[in-house]
Every structure is written in structure tokens, then in C-alpha cells.
């Protein structure tokens, strides 16, 4: 009796002792997985992360996805070193929150549009525009800047300093159609575009309002824009293997499917 469980156990030794190997064998061939922890707003950013994170993963990084309801919040956690990277801002804005926080970031690469274009109910097109039209703009900083450059790149108006990104209503140099400009909160310009000539409407309320760039839209950004979404670092960190390896993940075929299928147009891959 103790010869037969005694072959037993070896039995099982031996089979426990295979499987064992067999696992360190799988991890030998893919190699060391390593830990990658990103901070992200819900939409698109987190969705997109979502996407790759088994691509990741084959990559040899397993990648945990920290979302936040703010703007505020996951450049906080890149600056303590919680999280490695993050998804959800443009460069302008990355750039005036490190320097107003005291330290520097840096944006691996552009990924995607969140568009910002000028609606109308009244004209077809810009060049419709009355003399003396009245066109709502955001009231905060970093988007009213964005459409004034906006018009300036398409000649609408003129400002001091195209390639200033805290440009205001008082840069304005030459405006030929003496356009009339009302500062709207973003959030409130969407339900009221129709009582003006035109409006700015970001793409989150466009979205919301049913419009879209291309159909509805009168004055567009380019895919070039500064305000594309980035993937940010800590300055230094950009060259990370994990974190080139999650910005290529992100440029795939996949990902640029899925936002165009989903978004319309609304927000548009980079890449």
C-alpha cells in the first residue's frame, strides 16, 4: 500500500513538476512582462487603451488603466510618479500645466483630434458671413485661443501672434467683417448656436448636439493642429521601451478603425 502511494505522489510530482516547466518554458520564450500603469480621461482616451492592452500585453507589458473625470488629475499623477504616462491632453495644455506646477513633461506623439469647428444654422460656408456677424466662442483660455488661431489660419481675422497659444479677443489686429464675438461657456454654446450666425462647439458637445465636422461644420481644424491629443511623459521618460511600445499599439489599423467608426469625423486619428 505505501509502495503504491508512494508511486502515486512521484506520479504527481512529476506531472505538477511538468506543468511548472512548461510555464517557465511559455515565459522564457515571450520573455519578462513588465508593468505599465497609464492615467486617462473615460472617452476616447480610455477607450483606446482598453483596445490595445492585449496587444500590449503579447509586447510583454501589462498595462493598468487609471481613469479620471478631470484634466486636472493625471497630470497630478504623472508629476507624484504614480502612473508612467498619460492620455488626454494636447501639448498646449500640457505645456502651461507643467509650467504653472513646476515641472516638465514631454508628448511622445500626437494620436488623435478632439475637433473644435465653427457650426452655423445661418450660411454654408465662412465666406457667407455678414459684415457685423456674431460668433459665440469658448470663454476659457486654452479653447478661445484656439479658435481665434483657428480663423487667423484661415484668414477670417488677424492676430498679433499666430503661434501664441494664450492669445485673447484684445490680439485681435484686423477683423474685415467686423465679426462680433460672444465668450459662451463650452458646455452652453451647443444649445444655443442657432440664435447667432456661428459658433465654436467642441467635439464632446458636438457629439452631444448631433453635429458633425463634416456635415455640419463651416470652419474645420487640420490634422496637423497643435490640439491634437498626446501620449505625455515626464521629460526624460519618452524614450521607455514600454511607453514606445503603447504609442505603436496605439497607431495601429485598429485603433484608427475604431475612432473613425465610432466618432465621425467628431475626433480624428493623427496618424
Not at 23 to 34: P, Q, W
Not at 61 to 71: A, H, L, Q, T
Not at 159 to 188: P, R, W
Amino acid at each position: 500500500m505505501k509502495k503504491l502511494l508512494l508511486g502515486l505522489a512521484v506520479s504527481l510530482c512529476l506531472l505538477s513538476c511538468g506543468k511548472t516547466n512548461n510555464k517557465s518554458a511559455e515565459a522564457g520564450k515571450n520573455g519578462k512582462v513588465e508593468k505599465l500603469k497609464v492615467a486617462a480621461t473615460p472617452i476616447p482616451a480610455g477607450e483606446l487603451l482598453k483596445l490595445v492592452k492585449d496587444d500590449l500585453l503579447k509586447e510583454g507589458v501589462d498595462m493598468e488603466i487609471v481613469e479620471f473625470n478631470d484634466y486636472v488629475q493625471p497630470d497630478k499623477a504623472l508629476q507624484d510618479k504614480s502612473v508612467d504616462a498619460n492620455l488626454f491632453q494636447h501639448k498646449p495644455y500640457m505645456e502651461n500645466f507643467g509650467k504653472k506646477n513646476g515641472f516638465e513633461m514631454t508628448a511622445v506623439g500626437p494620436l488623435y483630434l478632439p475637433t473644435l469647428s465653427m457650426y452655423s444654422d445661418k450660411v454654408k460656408s465662412v465666406d457667407e458671413l455678414k459684415n457685423g456677424a456674431t460668433i459665440i466662442v469658448p470663454n476659457d483660455p486654452t479653447n478661445l485661443a484656439r479658435a481665434l488661431l483657428i480663423m487667423d489660419k484661415k484668414g477670417i481675422i488677424k492676430v498679433k501672434n499666430n503661434k501664441d497659444f494664450g492669445t485673447k479677443l484684445t490680439d485681435i489686429v484686423e477683423n474685415k467683417k467686423n465679426l462680433k464675438f460672444v465668450e459662451m461657456s463650452a458646455d452652453q454654446i451647443a444649445p444655443r448656436y442657432k440664435e447667432v450666425d456661428a459658433a465654436f462647439i467642441n467635439s464632446s458637445f458636438a457629439l452631444d448636439a448631433g453635429l458633425n465636422p463634416k456635415q455640419n461644420g463651416i470652419l474645420n481644424e487640420d490634422k496637423d493642429s497643435p490640439y491634437a491629443n498626446v501620449l505625455a511623459v515626464l521629460k526624460g521618460n519618452e524614450k521607455d521601451p514600454r511607453v514606445q511600445k503603447l504609442y505603436k499599439a496605439l497607431q495601429s489599423e485598429k485603433v484608427k478603425k475604431f475612432i473613425q467608426e465610432k466618432y465621425k469625423d467628431v475626433i480624428i486619428p493623427t496618424f
